[in-house]
């Protein structure tokens, strides 16, 4: 975007905590993640004249280390200056499609650690499902795979809490409820990272006796990667 300002400047300070975030490209980063977080700090700066879209041009190698700013160096010059292509180049360089893959697996085969809270497993399947690009996965069919993936033990209590079978519940009216237990979960454990496969796993609970009767069937279209 053009400057409208006669002049400008980068403040050292705005640099400074860009690089406080800054991405490596190792494969235990998340390039969804770091966009995230450095579009929401470039949202709280401003330089008179400047439109948002040329302060991420400016700021952005300033966030990028090592590997990525490799990439950026020799990928800079394809984008023509649009900052959602170079976004998508940048996700698809440090989230490829076998981690994309990955990532669906993860979040269709969920289950609950053991000694986890409703509301911790919750939080972290949430996380899963913001680590990547749209996978094209309908709600209520991750609203389904997170329920299925819950203790016989915590289901029932999830029954109680909605006073009746959460099944019966629509999509939105199962994710409000859900999301009201996080507000009220104090979280002991530490969350792992969304997107990875650190937490263990706990022995596949058999679900057969809870099987869901009014969500919509389960459907499992193939992912959409951005590019």
């Given at each position: 975007?053009?400057?409208?300002?006669?002049?400008?400047?980068?403040?050292?300070?705005?640099?400074?905590m860009?690089?406080?975030?800054?991405?490596?490209?190792?494969?235990d980063?998340?390039?969804?993640?770091?966009?995230?977080?450095?579009?929401?700090?470039?949202?709280?700066?401003?330089?008179?004249?400047?439109?948002?879209?040329?302060?991420?041009?400016?700021?952005?190698?300033?966030?990028?280390?090592?590997?990525?700013?490799?990439?950026?160096?020799?990928?800079?010059?394809?984008?023509?200056?649009?900052?959602?292509?170079?976004?998508?180049?940048?996700?698809?360089?440090?989230?490829?499609?076998?981690?994309?893959?990955?990532?669906?697996?993860?979040?269709?085969?969920?289950?609950?650690?053991?000694?986890?809270?409703?509301?911790a497993?919750?939080?972290?399947?949430?996380?899963?499902?913001?680590?990547?690009?749209?996978?094209?996965?309908?709600?209520?069919?991750?609203?389904?795979?997170?329920?299925?993936?819950?203790?016989?033990?915590?289901?029932?209590?999830?029954?109680?809490?909605?006073?009746?079978?959460?099944?019966?519940?629509?999509?939105?009216?199962?994710?409000?409820?859900?999301?009201?237990?996080?507000?009220?979960?104090?979280?002991?454990?530490?969350?792992?990272?969304?997107?990875?496969?650190?937490?263990?796993?706990?022995?596949?609970?058999?679900?057969?006796?809870?099987?869901?009767?009014?969500?919509?069937?389960?459907?499992?279209?193939?992912?959409?990667?951005?590019?």
């Amino acid at each position: 975007k053009p400057i409208t300002a006669s002049g400008f400047e980068l403040r050292p300070g705005f640099i400074a905590m860009v690089r406080e975030q800054s991405f490596s490209g190792f494969d235990d980063e998340n390039p969804y993640h770091h966009l995230r977080e450095f579009e929401q700090l470039c949202s709280c700066l401003s330089i008179a004249g400047m439109a948002q879209e040329t302060l991420r041009w400016k700021l952005f190698p300033f966030s990028l280390a090592e590997r990525a700013k490799q990439w950026y160096t020799h990928n800079v010059g394809k984008v023509n200056g649009e900052w959602e292509e170079l976004r998508d180049r940048f996700c698809l360089a440090f989230f490829p499609i076998s981690r994309i893959a990955s990532l669906r697996k993860e979040i269709l085969d969920f289950r609950q650690d053991e000694k986890e809270s409703i509301g911790a497993a919750w939080a972290r399947f949430s996380k899963l499902t913001h680590a990547g690009p749209n996978l094209s996965i309908p709600d209520h069919v991750l609203l389904q795979h997170f329920w299925l993936g819950l203790s016989k033990e915590s289901a029932l209590q999830l029954d109680i809490t909605a006073g009746g079978s959460f099944t019966h519940k629509t999509t939105a009216e199962g994710e409000a409820l859900l999301d009201r237990i996080l507000e009220n979960t104090s979280f002991t454990e530490t969350l792992p990272v969304a997107g990875s496969s650190s937490h263990e796993e706990v022995p596949l609970v058999d679900s057969t006796s809870r099987s869901p009767t009014h969500l919509e069937p389960t459907t499992e279209p193939s992912p959409e990667p951005e590019t």
